[in-house]
Structures are given as structure tokens and as C-alpha cells.
């Protein structure tokens, strides 16, 4: 049974969950992967990717971010 889930987005960045000491996301979006398989033994659940609307100088312009859910 899945306990522990996290989001990884390359319009994110932040700390390992787990051990703090590794920069995860933006443009480190691969090797985040690869970190909470490798280092913390979780499993990839999901890849797919989002979609946000933000505006640039009055004007709405469409981010896509790719994104990954992984689970222990
Ligand atoms: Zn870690």
C-alpha cells in the first residue's frame, strides 16, 4: 500500500521531501525522478503534464509544465 505520494513539476522547484539536501524540479525534472527511485526506493505512478494560465503584460498566456507522481 502506497503511504507517501509526491509531485514533481518542471514549474516547481523545491527540496527532497525526504532528505531535504536535493534541489527537485524545473529544469533538474529528470534526475528528481531518478532521485526518489534510486536514493528513497519509491515507484513512478504518473507522467503527464499540466497546464496553467498566467499573465504576462495583460495577457493570458498558457504554461505547460510536465509533471510526475511517485509513491512508496
Ligand atoms: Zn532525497
Redesign the pocket.
Known amino acids: 500500500m502506497t503511504k507517501h505520494i509526491v509531485h514533481i513539476s518542471t514549474g516547481t522547484k523545491t527540496g527532497?521531501d525526504?532528505?531535504n539536501?536535493?534541489s527537485i524540479g524545473g529544469e533538474n525534472f529528470a534526475a528528481s525522478v531518478n532521485?526518489?527511485i534510486t536514493?528513497?526506493g519509491y515507484n513512478l505512478l504518473h507522467v503527464g503534464s499540466e497546464t496553467h494560465l498566467i499573465d504576462i503584460n495583460n495577457a493570458d498566456a498558457l504554461i505547460i509544465d510536465t509533471v510526475a507522481v511517485l509513491g512508496k
Request: net charge negative; proline share 0%; charged share 10%.
Open positions: 527532497c525526504i532528505c539536501g536535493f532521485h526518489y536514493d528513497h
